[in-house]
């Protein structure tokens, strides 16, 4: 996951504050609560003009804006809750950077396997 790549307690407090800000504002609960409603968007498409509508549009245009804003209360929180637990909020900046990098590092990885297969 790269916890790994943290070098400090105020960076692993970063995580650990923003999954307990998802907690806190009960982001799972409307996560369940969101895909309620797609079923039934579906099903009522479905019962007037017998059509699906597909899982993917909806999660397209309704679930990832609501996602990211999720994501954003999440880092607003969590801040706070790191800076009340006496953490340095700017480990924030630092964790994120380094799990940016990771993550880039995993993608360009990828691709390149991708072309290994595809040139073989």
Same mark, same amino acid.
């Given at each position: 996951?790269?916890?790994? *790549?943290?070098?400090?307690?105020d960076?692993? #407090?970063a995580i650990i504050a923003h999954e307990? /800000?998802?907690?806190?504002?009960r982001h799972h609960a409307e996560k369940m609560s969101t895909m309620s409603t797609f079923v039934l968007v579906r099903l009522f498409f479905? #019962?007037?003009f017998g059509f699906r509508v597909p899982q993917t549009l909806l999660t397209l245009g309704f679930g990832l804006?609501?996602?990211?804003?999720?994501?954003?209360? /999440?880092? #607003?929180?969590?801040?706070? *809750?790191m800076a009340a637990a006496c953490y340095n909020p700017? #480990?924030?900046?630092?964790m994120l950077s380094k799990l940016g990098a990771k993550e880039q590092?995993?993608? /360009?990885?990828?691709?390149e396997q991708q072309q290994a297969v595809v040139g073989a």
């Open positions: 996951m790269g916890l790994d *790549l943290l070098t400090s307690e960076e692993v #407090a307990t /800000a998802h907690v806190l504002a479905h #019962a007037l804006p609501y996602s990211r804003q999720a994501e954003h209360e /999440a880092d #607003a929180i969590g801040l706070r *809750l700017m #480990a924030a900046r630092t590092q995993e993608q /360009a990885g990828c691709k």
